[in-house]
Structure formats: structure tokens, C-alpha cells
């Protein structure tokens, strides 16, 4: 399940949206509880647990201090 959860800062994408941190929260809350989908009597301690995921990824990306990019020159070709 984990498996699809995708890196969300630079470089690896520009900007998450509020929809892939949602979507990774989900992933995460799933297999941790060991199910994909909640029952009745658990799915209020379900959506909690992926609202509060998303809020501490959204914490997280806005608080990381990356390292620019390494600089790439330019590859010239010979002909």
C-alpha cells in the first residue's frame, strides 16, 4: 500500500497540492490501521487520523529547508 506514496518536495515535484498530501496521508493512515477501508464504528478515528497526517505533512513541506539544486551547465554537443 505504502508503495505509492510519492516524495512531495523539490526536486522531486514543484508544489504538492493539498490533494497528493491528502492522498499520501490516506495511504499512510490505511496501512497502518491494516485496512482500506474503516468500518462504520471506526471511520470518525479514521478520517481524524488522515486529517491530522495531512496537517503534520503540510507542517513538515512548510518548514523544510532544502539545498538549492546542484547547478548543471549546458552539455555542448561537437558536430
Known sequence: MCRSIKTLRPPYVDEATSED???????YVRKIA?????????Q?????AVAEVAAAT???L???QLR?????????SVG
Open 21 to 27: 498530501v491528502t492522498a499520501a496521508a490516506l495511504q
Open 34 to 42: 491494516g485496512m482500506r477501508k474503516p468500518s462504520a464504528a471506526n
Open 44 to 48: 470518525e478515528a479514521f478520517d481524524e
Open 58 to 60: 503540510e507542517h513538515l
Open 62 to 64: 512548510g518548514h523544510l
Open 68 to 76: 538549492p539544486a546542484p547547478r548543471r551547465d549546458p552539455v555542448s
